[in-house]
């Protein structure tokens, strides 16, 4: 499963190729790993065949019904094929939503640090972030249900959950979406939960779907995931939106169906088989993710200025440098002195500022070469 440099260093997509061939890249969330044998073999067989054509209607291919199993069997979240409906990504989903489901001007709240396109999205589209960090403590990032609260006013009227939360790693208890669940009702907001990263749970803790938790917050949901981060497919763009009425789904159809877009023939296939017959190949990345989170750690204890929480699901390790007193954003710090690219924690809000994210989800040997360089450069300050 695990690939070697040389391997990497011929693949076309974005990660291996954004810089000079003497940096390892740690940041886009891809996986360097090899896809799961279910998958390939539903590739080959549809190039084989030539089979690229328009794709079927996803429900005569049975995707639908498919997922709905999944989400019954691994989450224990009951669904019915009507409610849901498969786009291209997840990002292009929470576009369509904003757009959709909120008026121009609305109040999103987000939950900072976050994943960029969060951001982007709500100014991109003339809504208005309603910012509420989440706190940092010594074992990790909780809510501040308080300061959420205070921040939502009458003009604020959909929620943008990232559940399991992208950079941060915090896979929300029961208790915590309980918490926002309480506000959503009170205050009466629509719910996108943006929850791709829900089967990269590294504890044991099965993965809460925000609207399983009750009737009335499913009512007012659309969850979003998409095989690509589990699977590592994100270049063959297929991702799941799931409906929590009727309502909502018909606000959101309201954009004609080419600006929605399509869904390509080989995500569809590769769906089927990611969601079928790969869970066996999905464990062994987990086992492997576990343990190269684990290496993390051990690199983050020798230096104690810089502050980490290990990611309860993700494979994204949060990195607090502000302890080091760099003189430029640490980002600028390791690509200059460890040739190592990492994700510059600015881009995930202000309170990114001084952090960096590393994507750990490749060989243990190649994490020892990104974590040895590091070590280096910061041996040099
Ligand atoms: C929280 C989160 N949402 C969405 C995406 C991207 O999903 P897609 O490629 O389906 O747009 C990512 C990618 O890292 C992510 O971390």
Redesign the pocket.
Same mark, same amino acid.
């Given at each position: 499963m695990e690939l070697s440099l040389a391997t990497l260093r011929q693949r076309r997509g974005v990660k291996w190729n954004a810089y000079p061939s003497d940096v390892l890249p740690a940041w886009v /969330?891809d996986m360097d790993f090899e896809i799961a044998p279910a998958i390939k073999a539903a590739l080959d067989e549809a190039i084989a065949h030539s089979d690229l054509g328009y794709a079927q209607a996803y429900s005569d291919s049975g995707l639908d019904e498919i997922f709905c199993a999944r989400m019954q069997a691994r989450y224990g979240w009951q669904i019915n094929p009507r409610q849901v409906d498969f786009f291209s990504?997840?990002?292009?989903i929470i576009y369509l939503a904003l757009l959709t489901l909120t008026e121009p001007g609305a109040g999103v709240v987000i939950q900072t640090p976050i994943?960029p396109?969060f951001l982007q999205s709500v100014k991109e589209t003339g809504r208005r972030a309603v910012i509420s960090p989440l706190v940092q403590g010594d074992s990790g990032y909780t809510i501040d249900f308080e300061h959420l609260a205070a921040s939502i006013d009458a003009q604020t009227t959909l929620l943008l959950l990232?559940h399991p939360h992208?950079p941060t790693g915090r896979a929300f208890t029961r208790d915590e979406l309980n918490g926002l669940a309480e506000l959503v009702l009170k205050h009466d907001l629509i719910v996108v939960s943006?929850e791709?990263?829900a089967d990269l749970a590294l504890d044991s803790r099965r993965h809460i779907p925000f609207a399983s938790l009750s009737a009335e917050i499913a009512a007012r949901t659309v969850t979003l995931t $998409?095989p $690509?981060?589990p699977f590592n497919i /994100?270049g063959l763009c297929l /991702?799941a939106a799931v409906f929590g009425s009727d309502a909502l789904h018909k606000q959101f159809l309201t954009l004609p169906a080419h600006v929605r877009g399509g869904r390509s023939a080989l995500g569809i296939a590769a769906a089927h088989a990611a969601w079928t017959a790969s869970d066996a190949w999905l464990e062994e990345v987990l086992r492997l993710l576990r343990a190269n989170r684990a290496t993390v750690v051990t690199f983050a204890r020798q230096w104690p200025r810089i502050k980490h929480t290990p990611p309860q699901a993700t494979y994204l390790a949060w990195l607090d440098c502000r302890g080091l007193g760099l003189a430029v954003e640490p980002y600028q710090f390791f690509l200059e002195h460890a040739k190592v690219a990492l994700s510059e924690g600015s881009a995930f809000g202000d309170e990114g500022r001084g952090f960096v994210r590393l994507n750990f989800a490749t060989s243990p040997s190649i994490l020892q070469e990104i974590l040895t360089r590091m070590d280096a450069a910061l041996g040099t300050l």
């Open positions: /969330a990504d997840v990002v292009q994943y396109p990232c992208n943006d791709i990263h $998409s $690509s981060k /994100a /991702a």
